[in-house]
Every structure is written in structure tokens, then in C-alpha cells.
């Protein structure tokens, strides 16, 4: 296996330290920088004591600066920082003939004014935007082989277009009646202190939030329309439930005139059977998130509803695996040639 | 406030347990029978040390027969069992004239054919639960008033039933988009010593289950079908989330032809606006099941989508009390002729 | 029942809460004030959504000013103020003649290099702290009767305290052996929005902290050297758990010369059997948080172990009741001259 | 790496799990057989779903006889069987010229009388027993290299030992004054459907149990005997916490007269200073579950307390890894001569 050499800008949050957990063992990946604003000069062992005795706890980080990330020598570059931020490395890096891995929603959405309308804010970098992949390896693995900029999806996203793309590039269902429930744990929301992000807050308690109109419903819409080959829009409802990580989904649909139940587990079976990330529990299994947890799998499983002629999708992934860190590193599998499962089983 | 004599057939479980809690400090009730096969002999003390200490720690439970029931001099009988077994009391029971208080599933089906679907057996006793009232008191307290046999909700169903019916009534949605999906927690599932419900199974972890064709769907359509004036099938979708009480129930629909969101609110404010038990958030609150816990709130909010047209409800309640024993109790005023928030503030 | 009037000053904290659910439904007492510096002009209901539709969810919040409370007409103050703050109050007001309840640890410690040494700021109000009573109903019961000002207990010190003072009395203990571990809930740490304190954080962690040396050990060693007649000094380990609440306390202690585990059961039994709030679990009972929660219970159960000669105590209670508020308003039932558990069954 | 042919004996439970999970990745192990009385003709991910999609997946079940595991040609074997019945199959697989890891109860305890008092039945093989190396590595590595059967310790045992072992071997705390209070998940109660491990009944629930007088203080005295040369009584209270796996240990001790917190921290530097599982966290890091899940560390830190003259020792494990099957795998790694960390960093 041939080595390079990567970087991870911003690596203080959860995906970032996600981030440091997989390509830390990644026996392709050299780490050459790992920067922090506010972490810099402390060692990856002392930031997350839980990575202490192991091989890469004494890299340092070093500041956010585009400069020292070229110097590091890094080919390939992740980052793991709030959107807006983003953007601004990500543009001299890939002037710098670097290849970025972005975690941020910065380069996910292609048309500027649904950015505005679901950011509240311009789109930072229409070009770059535009000529990035959406690094959801399973639809787009032949276009991220070669990308220079990867927009690695969001963790509900990831949850919701996996069961849904193939079924709607096929025709199988009727867009209009795409009803999406998500249930996320709270590492979604990010090491932020906020009140209503405490134990407290959340233990013994669920709520949904962002109804009706969630940042994410912007990327869903935008590739669940790229499948379907007209504009897609969906009902998309998150969750807050007490669990560290996590996001379960449950979608309902009608199913396009005369497609049975089997031919929705035909069309999943063709799109994901030879896939090693996403496993088909079929028509009786039944997804949980506590066997994708600290895993790069999404499960999916499928029902079909005789009495109101509904589809049931069932999805369970990692959020900050599959749904985050992990799939960003599949992405960087299939950049350089290495079997895609390359630390991540 | 007059006195009346009750007791509890089957208080070994939670909601048996809830039930005590609730009707050993109701000032119109004195608890004359405790009822159970496996606790006779011991005190409310020693089987719920929680309640240790408390003024009705020292009650014991007696044998489960009928005749020490009937010979306690209660006039009101809470039956806590198993369906099936919860129809061997109440048919004597009624018949000897107490009024009774069934928080199984026996008498909620009307239809035997539906129940037979449902439950895998045939109705237990048809004329009985043909002549019981749904203790849904928000929507059939007048009849609730003067019943001998009232079958109480399950947890799920007033969760769903409570938003539902008023718009259902009002005609304002179109009964055939109603998708709902629940979140409970796992005190629904029963003090039963299952693998899937131990700590370790549960915690952690997120999951569907009886996808799509839960045993409460029976009673959901049953009602919704009854608010609507025509035969109502939807998709239920029950999940079990690491939480010891509450259920938190999201519902999608569409509006009936040029219904407003404005004519949804006006609707369940005109339904519920002088509800003591249902409190009613509007389109920006949102409920949360910590702040229902305990209580016997419903908490209702709804949302209006103008991207898809669809109306989200969303609601949330304990799944022990609004959802059981609580409203259970509830009942149990009205016919009383007490004020309905007795010992349930 | 004489009615009092009351106020709650810096009700916006979890014990504050649990005072205006505790004094909200106290049939002896008007709330005459509730004040918070930030929540000013806002009602208990839209404050604590847990409480809207119940009686007192109109109170509105007023400024947090010592002429505003007396102006209240208010005879009771209860102060859930951080420490330092408190004392601002409570000089004041009691200067007013008005009778203050303080659930801060201002008023704890009577010696002014004690409370420097673990406050690591001058005691604020050394004459007051000096005159105040310690707000503890099963020792303090006769001098809470008559106070001007009461200091109520810490939440550890109530669970540490109430095992071990009987025993030190009657000297069964060798004082320099006592050994406590205490285990508390997050709520325990106040609705402060830290990093340590977020949902992933705390969730499937435990962690020791303050070791050797927590601020509630000057309060702990203080009642504890009163109740032995010398000084004593004790470890004391707190950690904290994943739950809301409750407080789990193990104490070891080596008897005195001659002392058997029936003699600790004696005095145990002496002290307490007569008590509301104190439950004696024996020699084979055995506490659990969750049946003290939300309670003003304390569980006291004790083993002798034949093997060590050591007696082990095991104590459990609810941290923001009989560790907090529950126990302040014991107090205040004390000096009404109320039956002492008004509004705590 | 040379490879050797392993067999695990009872792999259903969680322990059972976790040693798939390790041995399942092992670059050195080839896993011929998996036995199960339950599962035997299931595969690997139709029992654990969590590791459907890993290269060990299709492994399947086969019944647990000993004939079949000689026939396997395993070399290594691993027990995860009820104590008693563990012993039933070591002995004739070490008869049959098998090394054998076990990690029940059955061979830890060398003295029958003492296996007699806390087991309640007579050492099941006494023989074995006396010549069976006891599993922690960091102690008995060099005769763990050669041993034919080791007994693998308990999960509190590790979390005890590991600390305390080199202060009493260099004879620097008072034996006697040995307090250990020990907090841990609940999967250390195993897979059992029984009722009070289930969700509702751990989860906001904290409680001591077994005091004082839990089965590991067999294992707990007897090495802490032969490190201190000579009998060692000590007080162990075990306690139930919610949360999945992780046990917190906290000890106090006197030191030996004379002996300074520097001193302490300087044993336990050169014990363990080249450990690679026993990370040191000095006098001011703390450990916290939190860290250690899901690794095979021990995290130590320790304190002196000047109030009290204690010595305050904290570890942290995972009791499913350190605390079982993890140091399973490591004892294996030093019986193979392969490096220790192999598949455990």
C-alpha cells in the first residue's frame, strides 16, 4: 500500500476526533499536521485522554494556518470545521494543488440560492461548489476517485438518500409522498456548551426540532432530485434522543403505480449487494443503532404496508462514522486506490 | 368531596404500580382491594419501596378472585392485567354491578373480526365491550360519566387520537396521507424479564419495531375512523428509545382541499382550549416528553409546511399516566362526578 | 393551616424548580414573589414549560431586589442563589425581619478560616453564619423552629450526615476511620452550561472528582465533629453518574472497642424510627436511588462485616429534594408549626 | 507472525462477543471453531448483527463438545462458560494437550476452602487450580508465557489489583486499612434476562449490592495476599450504575508508616511505567470510563490526602476488555511470543 501524507484542520470536535481515531491506524496514512486554533501545541493524547498510550498520541497540534498545512507536505486534507470557516481553507489549499476532504456543509449544495435560503447566508464558494463531489461513495465513487475538493455529506443525509436513491433513480416511488422521520443522538449537535445540549436537558427526554425545515433538507432534496431526474421535495422531521451516537431513519412512501415490495428489495439488492458498507437486513430484519455504533455500516431494511400501500425504509448508521468521519475516510480510500475498507472494519 | 370505595385487580406491573401511586393520594378514594396472584400477603411498601413510608405503604395485596373483590365493598374496579385475562374480571364484575376500569385491550375493539386481526384470538367477551366507553374523556366524557365499563386507551393511541380527532372531525385533513411515528419509552414494554429489554439491549440504542402493523393500530384506526365518519387507514410506526416514561408521537398529513395551518390551530384550540390536561404549544412550541413526564399532560404543537403542503403534529405525553393510569384516573373523576384533575395535578 | 407568604429568590436554577413545584402545590403558603435576575417579566409556566396548566403557571418572575421581596409582603424568603450572592440577600432581608431560608453554603460553615480555606474567599457574613441554624429537621429540629436564618444542608452533606450523626453521638464510630464515596446525579452540578457537564459527556461515563478535597467536606466535618464532641476528619470522594438525580452514598467505619452491628442498628432506629423522611432499609434492605427520587425520602440501610470489623452505611436520596429543596421546605413546615410533611408526601 | 488455531467455548454472551470481536480481527489467530449449546448452526452475524459485513462473519456455531474442539485442532482455547461448567470442559481439553484460557471463576481461587465459602460449592478441580496461572499479565507474564491454563481474572479483580499490587509488594500501605468501593455497568451482570437488569430498573438507578461480601473478594484477597506476603482482608463494595459497560474503581489506604505520596506515585511508575495498558495519570489526571470503553487500558491515578494521612488510588476499565476478554487476548499474545498490544491497540 502506497503511503501519503494528510491532514486535519480543525480537529477538536467530535468528528474531528473521529477523524484522529481512524486515520491515526490507517496504514496508508501518514499524519503530517493536525491543527486547532485553540489546541495548538497540546498532544492528541492530552486533548482526547482516550487516545492516550496509543501510536499517534504524541502528534502535536499545530494552529489553523493554510500555510504551515502546505508545509506539513500533506497531499490530502481534511476539515472538520463549522461552515463558512471551511471555505476559507479550502480555497488556497486546492489553489495549492491540495485534495480536500470538507466535513462542513460549505461545498454540499450546488445552487446558491437554496444555500442562502437554508444558510441564511451566501453560498461561500459557487465554483468550488460546483466542480466538488459529493462524497457519498456508494453514488459517487467514480467521480471522488479523481476529485480535487470532496463535500463529504451531512449525517442525516447519509441516512436518508442511501435507502432512497436507488429506489427513486429506478422510478420505484412517488417523490411527493416522501415522508422522513430521523432520530439522532446528541453527538450530532457538536461539543457546543449550550444549555439545552446538557445531560440533564437531554437524558429522559426526546423532542423533534427544526420542523419542518432542517439545514440538511437542502442536501436531501438536492441529490434525492439528482436520483429521481426532477425536483424532489420531502417532508424531513429530526429527532433529539438520549443516546451519544446514532441516527435511526424511518421513511414512508407510495410506491410508483404497480411496484410490489419486491421490487423495492430488488432494486436495494441490486444498488447495495456487493457494497461492504451497507448491509441489507431485508424485509424482517430490523436496523438498531447499537450495531453500527463506532462502525462505518448503514443498515437498511424495507417493509412493505398492504393495507395503506406504503413503503416502510428503515435506516441506522454511525453519525459520526458513516453519517460523518468515517465516510470521509472511505472517501480518501477510494482517492487513492486502496480497498475502500481500509481501516474502517 | 364524597368517598367511593376502589380497588385494583393486577397491580404488579407499572401501570398497576402507577395506579397506586395516583389513587393512594386521591381525596375521594379509599383503596378497599389490592389484587394480585403473585404479591399476596405483602404490603404496597415492601413491593414498591418507592412507596415505602408513604400513607398507603401499609396495604396488602390480596388473592385476585372475584369474590374478595366484590366482597371489599368496592364500587369501582381498575383492572391491570393481560388481555385475555382482564375480561375474566371485568364479566363478573360488571355483572355483580361495580363499574370497572379496564386498562388492557379487551373492550377497546368493538369489531371482533378487527380484534381477531389484531391480537391473534377472538374478542373476548363482544356484547361487553360493545357496550364500553373509550376513556378518552376529551373526546367521550359525557359518556364516560355514566359507563359501567370503561376501556381505557392505550399509551400510543391517546398519543396519536388526541391531535388527530378534532381535525379529523373538522374534516380538515385527508385521512389517507396520516402517517405517524412513535417514539416510547421502554417502561411500555411491561415489567417483563426479556432479553431485548435489558439495560445493556436497550441503552444505546435506537430501533422500530412491529413495522407496520403494531396491535395499536387497530384502536387508532378504530377511533380516527369514528372522528372522520369514514373508515381510516394509516401508517403507525413504533420505536423504542432509550427513556424509562414518555411517548413522543410525530404525524404527518395532508390538509383536506384549502384547509389553512391557521384552521389547524383554530381547530385544536377550539377542541382543547379549556382541556385541563391537554396544553397546547401552537406552531413555534415544541413538546418534549421531560416536560410531560410524571404528569398527566398531552402537549401538542403543530406546523404548517408550505414546501410539501403537509401539516406536522407532534405530541408528547407519559406513557404511564396520559397514557394509562393517569387517564385512567381521569375517568374515574368524571364518573365520580369530581373535578377531573383531581389527585392528577 | 395558616397561610404564610413566601418568595423565592433565583428561582432559575434546577433547586430553584424544585422550590416552585414544592411551594407551588403547599397548601399553607402564598407565593407572594419569585425573582430571578435574567427571567424577569416571564411566567413559571413559559419559564418551566413542565409547569404551564398548573395553578401557579402565571406567577411572573420579578427583578431580583431585596425592597421588591419586601415590598412582596413575603415573611419567608428561600434564597437558590450561588454562594456569595446569597449573603447579599440574606443580610438585608433579614435586617428586615423577615425569616430567610438559604440553600447556599454562605451560611454553613461557622468558622470563618474553615470557610476561607475551602471557599478560598472571606466567610461573607460571619455574625449571621454564626447566629444562623443548620437546616437539618431530624437533628436541628428544635432551633429550626424559632431561626431567623437557616442554612440548609448540601446535597452530599444531608446523605453523609444523616447516617453517621447518631452513630458519632453516641460514640459507636472510631471517627478517624470513616471512609465515604458518594455518587450524584448531574443535576447536582446546576443547569450550567460546561463542556463537562454536556450529554456525551456525562453519558455511559463515571469519573471521581474533587478529590480529596470538595467544598461540602467543611460542611460535612463540621456537623459530624459537633455531633462526636471532637474534631473529625473524614475522606470524602464524591463521582459523578449518568442520571438526572439522586444521591448514592457507601460509608465505612470501624466501631468503636466492643461496638456490634446490632447496637449501630439500635441507634439508627432510636434516631430515626420516629422520623417521616428517614427510611430504615436494615441490615438486609438495601437503598436505590430511584426509589428516593423526586421524594424528600433519605434510605438508610447498614451492614456489619464480620471479616473487617468494619460497619458499612449505605444512604439514598434525592439531591435536589431532601438534599435541597425538599428539605428546605421541611424546614420551613418546622417553623410554620405545619405537620412537617406538608406538601413532601 | 507465525498463526495459531483458536477455539472459543460458549461464545453467546457478552464476553463471548467480545472475544469474537478481538480474536475475530487477530492477525496471528485463526478461529476453527465457535461452540455454543444454544447457537450451535447459527453464523457469527445472524447472533451478534453488529459484526454482519466483518470478515468473520460467516463463522458458524458448532455445539459445545469437547470432542468437536480437539477435531478443530485448535491449539488455544478459550472458555466463556458459567463458573462450574467451565471446568467441566478444561479439563479434558488440557488433558488433550490444549492450552486453555478461562475466564470464569474456576481456577482463579486456590484455595478450595476459600472457593467454598464465596462460591458456595466445593473447587471444582483443585489440581488444575493449583496449577493454573492466574491471567494478569502485567504481574504474571512470565508465567503466563508457559502456562497450559490460565485462569483469566474477574473484572473488579483487574481494576483492584492492578493498582495495589506493587504498593503492597513493596510493603508501602497498611494492609488493614484497605477500603475499595467499585462502580461498574451493567453488562458486567451478563446477558441474563432477569428483572432488575432490565432498562426501566437500572436506568436512573444507582445501588450497592452484594455487600459485603461479593464473590470477586476471594480473587481480590488472595493476590493481594501474595503481593503483600501475607493475609490481607480488605473491605470491596460493589455498585450498579447505568451505564453499558465501564467499572470505576476508588481505594483509600493508609500508608505504611513513614511512606509520602511520592512514593506512592513512584512504585506505580516503575511498575507500570512500561506497561502498555496501564496508562498513569499521575496525581492530578483523573480517570473516567469514558476514556477506557472499548480499549483494553487501565487508566490510574492516585492522590495524597494530608487531611486524613489516606491514600486515594482511582482506576478505570472496561470490564468487558481490561476486564475480561481483552486481557484474554493479551494473556494469549504472551503465550504466543507475539507482541502484547497485537489486535488490542
Redesign the interface.
Known amino acids: 500500500m502506497n503511503h501519503e501524507k494528510v491532514a486535519i484542520v480543525g480537529a477538536s470536535g ?1 468528528s474531528g476526533e473521529e477523524l484522529v481515531r481512524l486515520l491515526g491506524r490507517h496504514p496508508g496514512v501518514e499524519l503530517v499536521a493536525l491543527t486547532s486554533r485553540q489546541l495548538a501545541g497540546q498532544t492528541v493524547g492530552t486533548v482526547f ?2 487516545f ?4 499517534f498520541a504524541g502528534l502535536a497540534f499545530i494552529a489553523s494556518e493554510v500555510g504551515a498545512i502546505v508545509a506539513s507536505g500533506a497531499r490530502f486534507v481534511f476539515l472538520a470545521l463549522p461552515h463558512g470557516v471551511a471555505a476559507e481553507f479550502a480555497q488556497p489549499l486546492v489553489a495549492a494543488g491540495l485534495r480536500v476532504i470538507d466535513l462542513s456543509a460549505d461545498f454540499r449544495i450546488k445552487d446558491p440560492a437554496v444555500y442562502e435560503e437554508f444558510y441564511g447566508a451566501p453560498l461561500p464558494a459557487p465554483e468550488l461548489a460546483a466542480s466538488s463531489v459529493y462524497g457519498l461513495p456508494e453514488i459517487y465513487r467514480e467521480r471522488i476517485r479523481g476529485a480535487q475538493l470532496i463535500a463529504s455529506p451531512g449525517c442525516y443525509p447519509t441516512s436518508v438518500i442511501v435507502p432512497l436513491h436507488p429506489l427513486l433513480k429506478k422510478r420505484l416511488l412517488k417523490p ?1 409522498s416522501i ?1 422522513i ?1 430521523s ?1 439522532s ?3 450530532g449537535a457538536g ?5 439545552e ?13 427544526s ?3 432542517h439545514r440538511h433538507l437542502a442536501e436531501i432534496e438536492q441529490e434525492l432530485s439528482a436520483a429521481a431526474g426532477e425536483r424532489v ?3 424531513f ?1 429530526p ?1 433529539l ?6 441516527i ?1 431513519t ?1 421513511i ?1 412512501a407510495a410506491p410508483a403505480e404497480g411496484v410490489t415490495g419486491a421490487e423495492i428489495g430488488a432494486a436495494l439488492t441490486e444498488a447495495y449487494g456487493g457494497e ?2 451497507v ?1 441489507l ?1 431485508g424485509e424482517t ?11 462505518n ?1 448503514v ?1 437498511v431494511a424495507w ?1 412493505s ?1 398492504p ?2 400501500g ?1 413503503i ?1 425504509l ?1 435506516s ?1 448508521e454511525d453519525n459520526l462514522v458513516k453519517g460523518a468521519s468515517g465516510q470521509a475516510v472511505q472517501s480518501l480510500n477510494v482517492m487513492c486506490g486502496w480497498p475502500e475498507t481500509t481501516a474502517l ?1
Chains 1, 2, 3, 4 share one sequence.
Open positions: 467530535y485522554p482516550r492516550a498510550g496509543l501510536p411527493a415522508v422521520n432520530l443522538g446528541v453527538s461539543r457546543n456548551a449550550k444549555t445540549l446538557l445531560y440533564v436537558e437531554c437524558n429522559e427526554s426526546v423532542r423533534a426540532y420542523v419542518p425545515k421535495t420531502v417532508t422531521l429527532h434522543i438520549p443516546v451519544n451516537r446514532g435511526f424511518t414512508t461492504a458498507f448491509r437486513l430484519g430490523t436496523p438498531d443503532t447499537k450495531n453500527v455504533t463506532h462502525t455500516f443498515d417493509r404496508d393495507r395503506t406504503r416502510v428503515l441506522a472494519l
